[in-house]
């Protein structure tokens, strides 16, 4: 069975990877919409090659120099551009991989008019999680995890009642400084905080896996995601990354979802749901070569980010969105060399403390919140620096 | 839901800790029947406690003497007796925690009338797989195995296609000899064989556990359950027994089944399935405090009973019941000083080349096979020794 999809960031890593794994299941899948932002280059092939009914790009102007060349494609540009790509009926499936906030938009359109997502931006239900979730289940949308750690959760929970769940386990790998003393993490430079130990990824999101921040957003997105409290999340360091997840069953029995680093079985997982298909990859998990797996529980005291995440998950409201805006700014400014990587943590407990949570948020108040959060720490906090 | 229940085997290591499960989930359980051998002592405690409507001991006589003291209980006894109350139609389930060939007869006449079978007999399915499995699926009954590496496989494929499996991973301690040279193995006695380092069980399963063998016919018993190829049926040496059993898909992806070495939970699992309930123990699975897992491939020059046992599943015929029988006698042998470990090996080496393989063998033939099999090893081999 063919099914209809739309990619909203397919000129990024996690959109390329998707578009190799509709090529690994020819016949599988019919790409409605493609959505990239400024990369035209390989936009371009990937139009050439999977020729989409609909394309967006990120300005008008890029899209009236794609136009000339792509006659027949209907081509919008912007944020509604993503909206219109993602809300459309023909999809089966919208993958949203497109990165903070630009996230939500196109979700929630998706959800309102019936689309199920596959989910690959954290930003979405870290800071509007009540509302993205609500809409879900009242729209009787699927919103399948994408990251690696909750399709872990979502594959071992599979078939089964979450209130048969006793508690989840998110996999850490701990990242560069899981072994090193608080000051050696005080003085470390850019450079060695972008050197992962297991997975490549974006800086960003390599930051935040050196500050266990990255760990404190997927805990708020299981929140979310599953529907559970907050006592029932636990985090693991375990430095092979080798099990993505586990969850313990009221019975005591614990399920795990196990693979290679590798995202191309979370992505074919969230793109072929509820369907399972040969893995495009014809690398196996073979334990005898890992030979040992690690665990070890998350030092809150080195890693205050992490405690700093399940504090504004449980406070819900808007603290998530403020803990999110909050910390995308303190990286970029570690980034640029302006702070230091333990300064992060100050910034976003100073913020926690010093903005008024609301309750209940609308998307506008996350929306005002996002913004109102990355000004404060732009004027305020940053030029204490 | 009530689950009417009977326990074959009641007095033994999986019918007690059964009983504590139905003591553990109050209201969940009726006990129509069961069936203990010779320990009258605490036969009479279960049955003053569960009240079944059926009770079958070892022998006639025992039967007398106990139906002088529970009056209003019919009592059964020997091999019919098993039966009549394993084919019982009032029962939902039939836990047959018998040990050896007793528990063929016994599942076969359940699955039969319809009983589904809780099975905890390693025999019933290695020798006569062919036949019980064929059976249970023209009754449309489930056999849901109750030892903790089948129950883990069982868990992880579960609401899943077979199809969709790739392979499935069993996993063994390796024994008090997995780290010891093939000269410490072959001096091995009694005593240090039956250290077992994780489980603890009866001495015969400890030996086979320290052969390998044990896992050998755990790899034909999930042949038979699972409906899988050899080929796709891999054993891995994971000595801290955390991870029970784990199946790659098709796409990759791993799912596992992990949980302290107790056969409560697997015990529960298949009296309760399909639902899940509280588990009746309270301690959980803190992958911090076990820190470190380890694995390995399975040394099948130190281990050749692992690789018989692959040799035999794959002629199939009558070769496992050949290697089940002369296995046992082997064992017992061994642990009556009569010869050494490594012999066990030899001589189910030597049966298998020596015993014309019965291809689709029937019932009586597997029943014949098996009584030839412990001769020849009585008259034959041990007299060489």
Not at 34 to 47: D, F, P, V
Not at 199 to 213: E, N, P, R
Not at 335 to 345: E, F, M, V, Y
């Amino acid at each position: 069975m063919t099914k209809t999809i739309s990619i909203l960031g397919s000129t990024g890593s996690i959109g390329r990877q998707a578009l190799e794994v509709v090529d690994g299941l020819p016949g599988s899948f019919n790409i409605f919409g493609l959505a990239a932002g400024r990369n035209l280059e390989l936009l371009k092939k990937q139009i050439a090659k999977h020729k989409p009914e609909l394309v967006s790009v990120a300005t008008r102007e890029l899209a009236f120099r794609l136009g000339k060349e792509f006659k027949g494609i209907e081509i919008v540009w912007g944020k509604d551009g993503l909206k219109q790509i993602a809300e459309n009926s023909r999809n089966d499936l919208a993958l949203v991989a497109v990165t903070g906030l630009n996230g939500l938009e196109p979700t929630i359109s998706a959800i309102n008019n019936g689309v199920n997502v596959a989910l690959a931006n954290k930003e979405t239900l870290v800071s509007a999680g009540n509302i993205v979730t609500r809409l879900a289940k009242e729209k009787k949308v699927s919103i399948i995890p994408v990251d690696s750690e909750h399709s872990a959760i979502y594959q071992c929970i599979k078939g089964k009642d979450y209130s048969l769940v006793n508690k989840i386990i998110l996999t850490a790998s701990g990242g560069p400084f899981r072994t090193k003393s608080p000051e050696e993490i005080q003085n470390a430079t850019v450079e060695n905080t972008l050197n992962h130990p297991s997975w490549f990824m974006g800086d960003k999101i390599t930051v935040d896996s050196a500050t266990l921040m990255n760990k404190g957003l997927e805990v708020i997105e299981a929140h979310w995601l599953f529907g559970l409290d907050y006592t029932k999340i636990k985090v693991v360091i375990h430095p092979q990354s080798v099990i993505h997840g586990a969850v313990e069953f009221l019975d005591g029995s614990v399920i795990s979802q196990m693979g290679l680093p590798s995202m191309h079985i979370p992505i074919q997982f969230a793109l072929t749901y509820p369907g399972i298909y040969p893995g495009i990859k014809s690398n196996s998990l073979d334990l005898t070569q890992i030979s040992n797996l690690e665990f070890e529980p998350p030092d809150l005291n080195r890693f205050p980010c992490l405690k700093l995440a399940y504090e504004a998950g449980k406070k819900g409201g808007t603290c998530p969105a403020v803990l999110n805006a909050v910390n995308e700014e303190a990286v970029y400014a570690f980034l640029q060399g302006k702070i230091r990587l333990t300064d992060i943590a100050h910034i976003v407990a100073e913020s926690l403390e010093q903005l008024d949570n609301i309750n209940n948020p609308s998307y506008d108040d996350i929306l005002e919140v996002d913004k109102t959060s990355r000004k404060i720490v732009d004027e305020v906090f940053l030029s204490k620096f």
